[in-house]
């Protein structure tokens, strides 16, 4: 059990009997009345995203979160495989957990994968990666209709959009929120 006081962004909460990340929160004290706390939080499971409003120091239970480092192994067609780093143990998880973090995942790739009681939550990806552009159209000088952009295929299969003068093979930032193109790698 903790109070409201005490949340932190990535706690996961035991709320209705289902389990919440808190995305983000905001501790409010107004003029008049008392202390509440504003949070955005995302159930584990379905990935709904909704605004709650707590009582300042309300109790609420907080679900033991396990974290641990894996490697990307492969897919095996329908699961993806992971590798624990500590113990060598494989576990596979299905596209549902994993959800958008496949468009970002290389094979041996290391991340983390959160467990709660032994059955794996979701996927936690580093903010940023570093990908290499698979295929790509060659640019055309002046096309600026387009915002000076193209479409881009990553070497795990996602587009996304790039500046006119990167080339295949070039390697790229992408930010694994948004699917945004950050920059090139540099050397």
């Not at 709904?48 to 192994?73: H, P, S």
């Not at 193209?150 to 990167?166: C, R, S, W």
């Amino acid at each position: 059990m903790a109070t409201t006081n005490d949340l932190k962004n990535g706690m996961v909460l035991v709320l209705d009997n289902e389990l919440w990340q808190v995305l983000e929160f905001l501790h409010v004290k107004p003029g008049k009345g008392p202390a509440f706390v504003r949070s955005k939080i995302k159930n584990v499971l379905s990935g709904k995203i909704v605004d709650r409003t707590f009582n300042a120091g309300t109790k609420v239970e907080t679900a033991t979160v396990d974290r641990r480092d894996m490697q990307y192994l492969y897919n095996d067609g329908t699961d993806y495989v992971f590798m624990d780093e500590k113990d060598y143990e494989q576990v596979s998880i299905g596209p549902d957990l994993v959800g958008d973090a496949a468009n970002f995942m290389l094979e041996n790739q290391s991340l983390q994968i959160a467990f709660h009681e032994g059955n794996p939550l979701y996927v936690e990806l580093p903010p940023i990666v570093e990908l290499t552009i698979a295929h790509t159209e060659p640019g055309l000088q002046g096309d600026r209709s387009s915002g000076g952009t193209k479409p881009a295929t990553l070497d795990t299969g996602y587009e996304i959009q790039v500046p006119l003068f990167l080339e295949e093979g070039t390697p790229v930032r992408v930010d694994t929120r948004s699917g945004e193109y950050l920059g090139r790698v540099r050397d």
